[in-house]
């Protein structure tokens, strides 16, 4: 129900822009959020974005990458600027329909497949 796009190959420095469309039902009540794993860490909270546009970000985003979402379009995103090697990772989307204001990966009731975002040095 969650599909997350817009991963790639980028240089450090560069930008990304992901995706996450949403189908089979609306989560336009819900927060949204986007986290990541890298192999062999644990999944990490990156951002989330309230029904009402209230967002909160991980220290290691803050001022670099930018959530939003689309509610008549069902589609959320993450504008990632100044990539670092370290943002490398599998990158998921996530929906909270309690809205529970957690950063938590349990408290998320529905996820994406994921997206790959590669950071080259």
């Known amino acids: 129900q969650l599909q997350a796009s817009g991963g790639g190959l980028v240089q450090a420095g560069g930008s990304l822009r992901l995706s996450c469309a949403a189908s089979?039902?609306?989560?336009?009540?819900?927060?949204l959020a986007w986290f990541r794993q890298a192999p062999g860490k644990e999944r990490e909270f990156v951002a989330r974005?309230?029904?009402?546009?209230?967002?909160y970000y991980a220290d290691s985003v803050k001022g670099r990458f930018t959530i939003s979402r689309d509610n008549p379009k069902n589609t959320m995103y993450l504008q990632m600027n100044s990539l670092k090697p370290e943002d490398t990772a599998g990158y998921y989307c996530a929906a909270d329909i309690l809205n529970r204001q957690s950063i938590r990966p349990d408290d998320y009731d529905y996820w994406g497949q994921g997206t790959q975002v590669t950071v080259s040095s």
């Open positions: 974005i309230t029904w009402l546009a209230t967002t």
């Open positions: 089979g039902r609306t989560f336009s009540r819900g927060t």
